[in-house]
């Protein structure tokens, strides 16, 4: 019997990350803060192959995937070029242009008050 290989850990560690030389996020073009304000973001789903990750801000993260589907992704939006033409997406670039770049949505919900504020 072979030996069971569990790949998902090295593939998590193989990824390939990368950061704008610019420093600035590829989907909203405000500067990255390095620190929990910033994630990365398979532009191809890891589920389709994808390797590399992209430094973006932890809401845009949010965002892209609350909007779309991995196949979505996989098919359409797979550059931030295509994500930030998308409608959506554009009118949230314009609504997080006014925010600090560190900003970070705290799903805070206004019916639920005693939501505690340090959870993420
Ligand atoms: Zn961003
Ligand atoms: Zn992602």
Same mark, same amino acid.
Request: charged share 25%; glycine share 4%; proline share 7%.
């Given at each position: 019997?072979?030996? !069971?290989?569990?790949?998902?850990?090295?593939? @998590?560690?193989?990824? @390939?990350?990368?950061? /704008?030389?610019? &420093?600035? +996020? %590829?989907?909203?073009?405000?500067?990255?803060? /390095? !620190? %929990? #304000?910033?994630?990365?973001?398979?532009?191809? /789903?890891?589920?389709? &192959?994808?390797?590399?990750?992209?430094?973006?801000?932890?809401? +845009?993260?949010?965002?892209?995937?609350?909007?779309?589907?991995?196949? @979505?992704?996989?098919?359409?939006?797979? #550059?931030?070029?295509?994500?930030?033409?998308?409608?959506?997406?554009?009118?949230?670039?314009?609504? =997080?242009?006014?925010? %600090? /770049?560190?900003?970070?949505?705290?799903?805070?919900?206004?019916?639920?008050?005693?939501?505690?504020?340090?959870? =993420?």
């Amino acid at each position: 019997m072979p030996k !069971g290989k569990r790949r998902h850990k090295f593939e @998590e560690e193989s990824a @390939e990350s990368v950061w /704008p030389d610019d &420093g600035l +996020c %590829p989907l909203c073009q405000r500067a990255l803060v /390095p !620190g %929990p #304000t910033v994630n990365y973001h398979h532009l191809v /789903p890891k589920a389709y &192959g994808g390797k590399r990750r992209y430094a973006i801000h932890t809401v +845009c993260h949010s965002k892209i995937h609350s909007l779309f589907m991995e196949h @979505e992704l996989a098919a359409v939006y797979n #550059t931030f070029e295509g994500l930030r033409e998308q409608s959506d997406i554009a009118k949230f670039i314009h609504w =997080l242009s006014s925010k %600090p /770049p560190t900003f970070t949505s705290r799903h805070q919900r206004s019916h639920k008050k005693d939501n505690k504020e340090s959870l =993420l």
